[in-house]
């Protein structure tokens, strides 16, 4: 099938209308835990809610050996177990089974001449490879492909998207890329982060570039800090073996919460005039993302830096072991499961406004926040000034926008209570996409926005390598607490407006 | 929880009312609204209005205000009353609902106030073009006071005359309740159409035909001049019955009244398209509803193969939901144009 861009009766206004063309989505790892949590109930959806192309097959690849109605009952019970799934339409799970199969690989490349002409049999030009296996395979998936010419662009487009993490150091994310860069074009590779998928996240470009009252107070003139925290109640559910290697910083800052800061300091990006409009570019928008990640100043782990890792303790009522303690973990292991770093965007924007980063496992409860503390007004004209302004945005497990400030308490004299002016996302009513499912359908529409570009990660590597290489010592936490104590330490700095810092109770 | 508490007060009252619904409704008392959306309707359709806000409450915070206008030879002489409703979905935005009596004498300056101050207001214009009950020129003053002027119809309610009247006045600013209708069709064709070695046909097309349940056309022409519109059709010569064009250096379009007895009424809509079938030199596409599911089934004579598109039915509170929170269509003001060359509009 030779598609091209110039159906008439695709009309330009209608986003809904615009469906990706028929093709293949091999799905590399797809008895994995990621692909039954995550990426089949996403395609699933893909299917239910008619944003799929009309031809299309999931192709499912993997070392076991299974039969097709194998194939098909795993995938049937990861979407009907999985809590993302949402509503199970019996016409919709039957139409995705139709359209699923499943090819048995392995290192050699003969079974990836196998499934070239697995593909070839299925007549969809158009290929998508999701790389849901474990890190290590990544290169070799790639050269496999390369060598089995499935890279080839020559009747359709073939793109690939990669999990994280992409790289556990700079020199292996950069080791990766030049792998990766022997098969593929940069433009053919996305760089999956589930949380550039959340709407909220990306409500952080509308709110501050599509409104006026915002951009301009977001400085160092009006600005005293930022805090962005990414706290997760969970502990290791079965991953322990995974977060021995990669730790807290490997596996939430140096990406998750790396795109947070960045969507929060970057600067307007600038795309070329459409029409009336300045409409977002992929390239533009990666710009600028990758400018405030060169701008940070390098980290002084002692100084900048408080790592924890959680102990025993209770949780919901209940107790809960400490990390040492969890599966598959080592009885003295050091690996940090609680981080809290001092950012400094050294850039005439953000010039002397901190960026406190906070993540963690075990903490008390489930949340994703950026908050923007505002300085204090010039002069105290009011006896009891309650709190400083703050401008939060809820990423999870509420989405939403929430503005602090002060309000005069009704009565005689003058008292003043913070007060807090919230936006909802459930005030709109209608389920948005899950952030994979909004992600896979970009890759397959070829929109690249959302994904991190091969600089963009070295960048970020870059950064936070030396702190990899030389972290400071790991302080216990309880489990069900906020952290280590010292953590607290870290807000304050020589400046008397730090004094009163804290971090957000959540 | 979800639930609807209310009260009935004078139109003075309302805003008191609804603020007083929000305190007693023991939660914080957080009013979040995108804005107004008026109904304008009859006594006679108000079941049918109200369902369809009640069901858009479900996934828009937005104040509704239904006005049902009453003979003037009704009014009962006693002041006007409201009710007045919060209507609260679990998981979902709560929002305030106002219903008042009226008639067409007042019913600007009952309406006009009930706006949230500063925020966009949509007027629905409900009305049939033989309902005599309806007082046009009130409704179109009313049309013109509000806010920002924007005016959700159904064409395929109002028919194309009354329609074109609105349009002249109201120039780029009518959204049509039918072209939403419309939208899961046009999907399917836009799909049915992406392989490059279909396209051949459209600029070759030499019939159309388009199967309607029930008696209504408008909806079968306004999709025809969705078509014409995309695929650059100039001006065409319509039968007196009006169910052929011939499209100049284009294609006969023909409509096929199906009557209820043939398709299964009850899986239709009035007016909706049954199937279509497209010819052109060497290659035919056929494309028919399946019933019991929402798909389209699309037969091509040349590929000897057959598949099935996505074509899910648009309940009216999606029409109105996305006539509430979209700006008019280009597409559709060019489809409008075609119905005006084709003769469609008199």
Redesign the interface.
């Given at each position: 099938v030779i598609l091209s861009d110039s159906n008439p009766l695709r009309d330009p206004e209608d986003f809904e209308q615009h469906s990706p063309e028929p093709c293949a989505i091999i799905v590399f790892g797809i008895t994995g835990d990621l692909a039954r949590r995550k990426l089949l109930p996403a395609l699933y959806r893909l299917v239910r809610d008619g944003r799929m192309p009309q031809r299309f097959t999931i192709l499912g690849a993997g070392r076991k050996p299974l039969s097709q109605e194998e194939n098909n009952t795993n995938a049937r019970q990861a979407i009907e177990s999985a809590k993302e799934t949402g509503v199970i339409e019996a016409e919709s799970l039957e139409r995705f089974l139709r359209n699923l199969e499943y090819v048995q690989i392995d290192d050699e490349p003969a079974s990836f001449m196998r499934l070239g002409r697995t593909l070839e049999r299925l007549e969809l030009s158009n290929q998508l490879y999701y790389f849901s296996t474990p890190p290590s395979a990544y290169a070799q998936l790639a050269r496999n492909i390369g060598a089995a010419g499935l890279n080839s662009q020559a009747t359709g487009w073939r793109r690939i998207i990669v999990e994280k993490p992409f790289g556990t150091t700079l020199k292996s994310a950069q080791e990766l890329n030049l792998v990766m860069h022997s098969v593929f074009e940069e433009s053919q590779i996305y760089r999956i982060d589930h949380f550039l998928g959340k709407e909220t996240v990306q409500n952080m470009l509308s709110l501050r570039f599509a409104n006026a009252i915002f951009e301009p107070i977001l400085n160092r003139n009006y600005v005293d800090h930022v805090q962005i925290t990414a706290a997760e109640d969970l502990g290791m559910e079965g991953r322990g073996a995974f977060y021995e290697e990669a730790g807290i910083l490997r596996d939430m800052i140096q990406n998750h919460v790396m795109q947070l800061v960045c969507l929060t300091a970057m600067e307007p990006p600038i795309s070329r005039w459409v029409g009336s409009l300045h409409p977002l570019e992929a390239g533009a928008l990666r710009d600028e993302k990758v400018k405030v990640i060169r701008a940070l100043k390098p980290l002084d782990p002692e100084r900048d830096v408080v790592l924890g890792q959680y102990g025993p303790g209770s949780l919901y009522g209940e107790a809960v072991a400490g990390y040492r303690g969890e599966d598959k973990v080592s009885a003295t292991s050091e690996t940090a499961t609680y981080a809290a770093l001092r950012l400094q965007v050294d850039n005439w924007r953000w010039a002397g406004v901190p960026f406190y980063l906070r993540s963690a496992k075990r903490m008390p409860k489930k949340s994703t926040e950026i908050a923007i503390v505002f300085k204090r007004p010039p002069l105290a004209m009011f006896p009891q000034t309650a709190e400083p302004n703050v401008l939060a945005l809820n990423i999870q497990p509420e989405q939403g926008v929430s503005l602090r400030f002060d309000a005069k308490v009704p009565g005689l004299e003058t008292r003043l209570r913070a007060v807090n002016m919230d936006f909802s996302y459930t005030s709109f009513g209608a389920e948005g996409p899950t952030a994979y499912e909004r992600l896979i359908l970009d890759c397959l529409l070829g929109d690249a926005s959302l994904f991190p570009r091969e600089d963009e990660v070295e960048a970020s590597w870059a950064w936070i390598d030396p702190l990899i290489q030389r972290p400071p010592a790991v302080k216990p936490y309880s489990a069900g607490s906020w952290g280590p104590e010292a953590a607290e330490g870290l807000l304050q700095d020589a400046s008397p407006s730090s004094l009163e810092r804290r971090w957000r109770k959540l | 929880m979800s639930g609807e508490i209310g009260n009935t007060v004078s139109l003075r009252g309302i805003e008191t009312g609804l603020l007083k619904l929000w305190q007693d409704q023991g939660q914080?008392p957080?009013r979040?609204a995108s804005g107004t959306l008026i109904a304008l309707t009859t006594p006679a359709r108000a079941p049918q209005v109200l369902a369809a806000l009640d069901d858009l409450a479900?996934?828009?915070?937005c104040r509704s205000v239904v006005a049902l206008l009453h003979p003037p030879s009704e009014a009962s002489g006693s002041a006007p009353r409201a009710e007045i409703a919060l209507q609260r979905?679990k998981?979902?935005?709560t929002c305030e609902r106002i219903v008042i009596h009226t008639d067409a004498r007042h019913v600007a300056g009952a309406v006009l106030p009930l706006g949230i101050n500063d925020m966009a207001v949509r007027l629905w214009w409900d009305v049939a073009s033989d309902d005599q009950q309806q007082d046009q020129s009130a409704s179109l003053a009313l049309a013109r006071a509000s806010s920002d002027g924007q005016l959700i119809v159904d064409s395929s309610v109002l028919g194309f005359g009354l329609l074109r009247q609105l349009e002249a006045q109201h120039r780029e600013t009518c959204l049509d309740l039918a072209w939403a209708r419309l939208?899961p069709w046009?999907?399917a064709?836009?799909?049915?159409?992406?392989?490059?070695?279909r396209?051949s046909l459209?600029s070759g097309l030499t019939h159309l035909r388009i199967n309607v349940a029930g008696s209504r056309r408008e909806l079968a022409w306004l999709f025809v001049a969705w078509?014409g519109a995309?695929?650059g059709w100039g001006a065409g010569l319509l039968s007196a019955d009006r169910l052929v064009l011939q499209v100049a250096a284009g294609p006969v379009v023909e409509l096929v009244e199906l009557p209820n007895h043939e398709h299964g009424a009850a899986e239709y809509g009035d007016g909706e398209a049954v199937s279509l079938v497209l010819t052109g030199a060497s290659e035919s596409i056929t494309a028919y509803k399946q019933l019991g599911?929402?798909?389209a089934v699309f037969e091509s004579s040349r590929e000897g193969v057959a598949?099935?598109?996505?074509l899910?039915s648009r309940s009216p509170s999606e029409c109105l939901a996305w006539a509430y929170q979209n700006q008019p269509?280009?597409?559709w003001q060019a489809a409008f144009g075609c119905l005006g060359r084709w003769g469609l509009l008199a």
């Open positions: - | 914080k957080v979040i479900g996934d828009l915070p979905r998981n979902g935005p939208a046009r999907r064709l836009g799909a049915a159409f992406e392989p490059a070695q396209q459209l078509l995309r695929l599911v929402p798909y598949w099935r598109s996505p899910p269509s280009q597409s």
